[in-house]
């Protein structure tokens, strides 16, 4: 799965931003909406493997979802890896954003400017 890939909500600031900033750069990307596209569990593995993270790292825990959940008090260790990822892709709501995809097969979380630049330059071959 390579190539860049964006995972966004619409509605989110840090969003758009991202996307302005990759169309500005020019990149070749494309957007995944992942309220509509929902991702499965593999996605999400794959996703996390690429980021280098686990599935708490990328959990919105203040989105009432996550309380009525109560993830705060999930064990955050192997055992509890799979319970984290079916709730991922149950509520996707609950997925931090946005998660780019970089051409090197890495992935980063760009909630910042420096993020999404970061993933422009892991292009593959440069």
Do not use: F
């Amino acid at each position: 799965m390579c190539g860049m890939e964006i995972w966004i909500n619409p509605a989110c600031s840090k969003c758009r931003s991202a996307i302005g900033l990759l169309d500005a750069e020019g990149a070749d990307y494309t957007v995944r909406r992942y309220l509509e596209e929902v991702p499965g569990e593999d996605d999400i593995r794959a996703v996390l493997e690429r980021l280098g993270l686990e599935p708490w790292d990328i959990t919105r825990t203040q989105e009432p979802e996550a309380k009525e959940l109560g993830v705060k008090e999930w064990p955050r260790d192997a055992s509890a890896r799979d319970r984290w990822i079916a709730a991922l892709a149950a509520h996707p709501r609950l997925i931090q954003r946005p998660i780019i995809t970089a051409d090197d097969g890495t992935a980063v979380v760009a909630r910042s400017e420096e993020a999404v630049r970061d993933a422009l330059t892991r292009r593959t071959g440069l």
